[in-house]
């Protein structure tokens, strides 16, 4: 999993918590990318199910090990 390499191009995961958590919105490319991105789909439902933060980088940090 390269989603915590920096700079490789994902959608930064606060974003995705935003989005999750209903605070705020993505763009369309964003949602483009997401399309095309395993990691960020992984990253995007984990914040979805997560009960904050926190768990999200566990969860992770997990996968990516």
């Known amino acids: 999993m390269t989603y915590f390499l ?11 918590w935003t989005f999750a958590t ?3 919105e ?5 949602h483009a990318h997401i399309l095309d991105c ?3 789909r992984f ?7 997560a ?3 926190g768990a ?3 969860e992770l940090k997990r996968e990516a090990s």
């Open 6 to 16: 920096p700079h490789y191009g994902h959608i930064p995961l606060h974003r995705l």
């Open 22 to 24: 209903l605070q705020d």
């Open 26 to 30: 993505l763009t369309l490319s964003e």
């Open 38 to 40: 395993d990691e960020c």
């Open 43 to 49: 990253a995007l439902r984990s914040c979805l199910y």
């Open 51 to 53: 009960d904050n933060f």
């Open 56 to 58: 999200v980088l566990v």
